[in-house]
């Protein structure tokens, strides 16, 4: 509940150092290499990553359980004219039942290092059954390294990732001058939605 309101208050008073406002080169990479589909983005904070996704052409969903994010998003994205070509909702990632239609892409920039305990498992179930059979999960992740960083997924974590999902690609660096983080590729085993 502390991190909920931590968010809150952030996005509501503050310029979150998260939301950078640009897409990073790896979702650009990804972008260029395939063709449009579906995209759903976890944690989608004030959408730019969703906009950038529909700007080339995708059909894009942003799920962010701060609502004064969702605010700003469709804010954006009616600035950007792209209004009737996102979706922007207000949800738990964790609790995603309402989608029932697989996607090609489950985008998610910070969103997975925040979990832990059961809610890892949960996560990669949601994460599994959203994603289309021949679908990606293109993740960004601060990884866990005691003491200094008691937050972040740790590789016992991205186990259990890897036990839904195949590893396509691993690409380990630091965000900043320091925080050890990681940019995962993974493509989905089987789908439960067929």
Same mark, same amino acid.
């Given at each position: 509940?502390?991190?909920?309101?931590?968010?809150?208050?952030?996005?509501?008073?503050?310029?979150?150092?998260?939301?950078?406002?640009?897409?990073?080169?790896?979702?650009?990479?990804?972008?260029?290499?395939?063709?449009?589909?579906?995209?759903?983005?976890?944690?989608?904070?004030? *959408?730019?990553?969703?906009?950038?996704?529909?700007?080339? *052409?995708?059909?894009?969903? *942003?799920?962010?359980?701060?609502?004064?994010?969702?605010?700003?998003?469709?804010?954006?994205?009616?600035?950007?004219?792209?209004?009737?070509?996102?979706?922007?909702?207000? @949800?738990?990632?964790?609790?995603?039942?309402?989608?029932?239609?697989?996607?090609?892409?489950?985008?998610?920039? @910070?969103?997975?290092? $925040?979990? $832990?305990?059961?809610?890892?498992?949960?996560?990669?179930?949601?994460?599994?059954?959203?994603?289309?059979?021949? *679908?990606?999960?293109?993740?960004?992740?601060?990884?866990?390294?005691? !003491?200094?960083?008691?937050?972040?997924?740790?590789?016992?974590?991205?186990?259990?990732?890897?036990?839904?999902? $195949?590893?396509?690609?691993?690409?380990?660096?630091?965000?900043?001058?320091?925080? !050890?983080?990681?940019?995962?590729?993974?493509?989905?085993?089987?789908?439960?939605?067929?």
């Amino acid at each position: 509940m502390f991190k909920k309101i931590f968010f809150y208050l952030q996005y509501l008073f503050f310029d979150p150092p998260w939301d950078t406002g640009i897409s990073p080169p790896e979702l650009l990479d990804f972008i260029e290499e395939r063709e449009p589909g579906r995209a759903i983005d976890l944690g989608c904070g004030t *959408g730019t990553n969703v906009i950038t996704l529909a700007q080339h *052409g995708w059909e894009v969903v *942003g799920v962010d359980y701060v609502p004064q994010a969702i605010f700003s998003a469709r804010r954006k994205a009616k600035k950007a004219g792209l209004k009737d070509k996102v979706d922007f909702r207000a @949800g738990d990632v964790l609790a995603l039942d309402p989608f029932r239609e697989a996607f090609d892409l489950v985008l998610d920039i @910070g969103c997975f290092h $925040s979990f $832990s305990g059961g809610d890892v498992e949960r996560y990669a179930e949601v994460v599994q059954r959203l994603t289309a059979a021949a *679908g990606f999960l293109l993740l960004y992740a601060h990884l866990k390294q005691e !003491p200094a960083y008691r937050q972040g997924a740790s590789e016992e974590d991205l186990q259990v990732l890897g036990e839904k999902m $195949s590893l396509v690609l691993r690409r380990d660096g630091t965000e900043g001058e320091s925080r !050890p983080s990681t940019w995962l590729l993974f493509r989905n085993k089987s789908n439960a939605l067929g």
